[in-house]
């Protein structure tokens, strides 16, 4: 059974988190939810979730991917934590997957881990770089990094990331189940 970690600070975008959360387990993945700064966090939106660890606790060794979700608030707090960014750069170094959709690129170009090609949430590029941007694809995979638009992408991001892990019949039933037939 692959394994993600979700880190999630204040102020991340609750439909991003709970979807890829949702998505990856009904996809067989173990996904656990780590808070950045605490057990329990506070969404964008007001929503709070309570976390099954402290990132500073999770031991990584059998870890497949880190999913970061977005939210501008949830997305600096990535971007400015040192475990974070230490963590991506030591994924992008062992070639393990890396992911991150709405303002969350954003934290991926901040750890220096993020490939030429990506998508994010628009103007959002403007804050990371516009070359190698595209606002054609719900889900954009380069290499190991995997980037996605928003929260109306999220189920596409989940469902791409089963794919990744537990492969594409999986995937396909997951998102026949979810009646996901847009993605």
């Not at 475990?83 to 991926?108: H, S, T």
């Amino acid at each position: 059974m692959s394994k993600i970690v979700v880190p999630i600070a204040s102020g991340f975008e609750e439909i991003e988190a709970v979807s890829i959360i949702d998505v990856c387990r009904r996809g067989g993945i173990e996904v656990i939810v780590a808070g950045v700064e605490s057990w329990e966090v506070p969404g964008a939106n007001k929503i709070e979730i309570k976390c099954d660890y402290l990132f500073e606790d999770i031991d990584f060794t059998d870890i497949d991917m880190i999913v970061l979700p977005g939210g501008w608030g949830g997305t600096n707090i990535l971007a400015s934590n040192e475990l974070v960014q230490n963590k991506l750069k030591e994924f992008k170094q062992n070639d393990k997957y890396i992911g991150a959709i709405c303002a969350a690129p954003f934290a991926l170009h901040k750890a220096g881990v993020l490939n030429e090609k990506y998508t994010c949430y628009p103007s959002v590029e403007e804050q990371i770089r516009t070359n190698g941007y595209s606002d054609k694809n719900k889900v954009v995979l380069d290499g190991k990094v995997i980037t996605s638009r928003g929260p109306g992408t999220a189920i596409c991001f989940g469902l791409e990331i089963v794919k990744i892990l537990e492969g594409k019949e999986i995937s396909e039933s997951v998102k026949g189940g979810l009646l996901a037939d847009f993605c």
